[in-house]
């Protein structure tokens, strides 16, 4: 059977962003400025052009649409619900993606009317099925975070170079939504040799506390998803 005798559904490509901010897990959402679900929270994402990857288009729509870059991307899943758009068939492939804390709000620009950080855990109501989408991604963050072979190398991205061990703690309570125990945390991390002393200390409610790194090679799966250095 020719390719010509299939119907041709569209594709897109969508970004859920995620960042920390005062220790508090963020998502990146956009206003859409036109129809369908004009003026309503979505996603960052749009159309896959005909000559471009799927990971290219999914970068491009971000910038696009918010003038941010991130430091780590990966392939979140594919949604294809018939239903989910009402302009027609229309199959998206989702990004999850990971971002430094802001200096500054987002940009908003293309065909999105405003940009905006939201708390993780307080949404507004979203455009066609992104809170399936940002509830998958979220799954997804949190099971590589407790699960991975070599575990916390997903959240060394959304912290600074030089970090205490109760800043790593307070970046993975964000992240799972969920308080941790304080010895059992440290035991964790410690015998897991991720991390190193950097051999500096940071003043600390007037006590000095060790800055410690990831290890380069515990970061070596994460840095091969890495989009920028």
């Not at 294809?80 to 302009?87: K, V």
């Not at 699960?147 to 109760?166: I, K, M, N």
Request: aromatic share 6%; proline share 7%; charged share 30%.
């Amino acid at each position: 059977m020719a390719l010509d005798d299939h119907p041709r559904p569209s594709v897109t490509a969508d970004v859920v962003t995620f960042t920390l901010s005062d220790d508090n897990l963020q998502v990146l959402l956009v206003r859409r400025r036109d129809p369908p679900y004009e003026g309503a929270w979505a996603i960052p994402g749009g159309f896959v052009d005909i000559d471009e990857g799927l990971e290219e288009a999914a970068l491009r729509e971000l910038a696009e649409e918010t003038g941010l870059q991130v430091v780590y991307i990966e392939q979140l899943h594919a949604f294809g619900d018939p239903r989910r758009d009402p302009r027609g068939r229309v199959i998206t492939v989702a990004y999850l993606a990971l971002a430094r804390a802001p200096e500054s709000p987002p940009r908003a620009g293309d065909d999105a009317s405003q940009a905006k950080w939201w708390p993780a855990d307080t949404l507004p109501p979203l455009a066609f099925d992104h809170d399936v989408i940002i509830a998958c991604a979220l799954m997804r963050l949190r099971h590589e975070l407790a699960y991975a072979p070599v575990e916390s190398t997903v959240v060394s991205v959304l912290l600074p170079d030089g970090f205490t061990l109760s800043e790593l703690q307070r970046a993975y309570e964000g992240v799972l939504g969920e308080k941790l125990k304080k010895r059992s945390f440290r035991r964790r991390i410690l015998s897991a040799n991720v991390i190193e002393d950097t051999g500096e200390v940071r003043t600390v409610a007037g006590r000095p506390a060790k800055l410690h790194r990831f290890r380069s090679d515990a970061m070596a799966e994460t840095k091969d998803r890495r989009q920028f250095p």
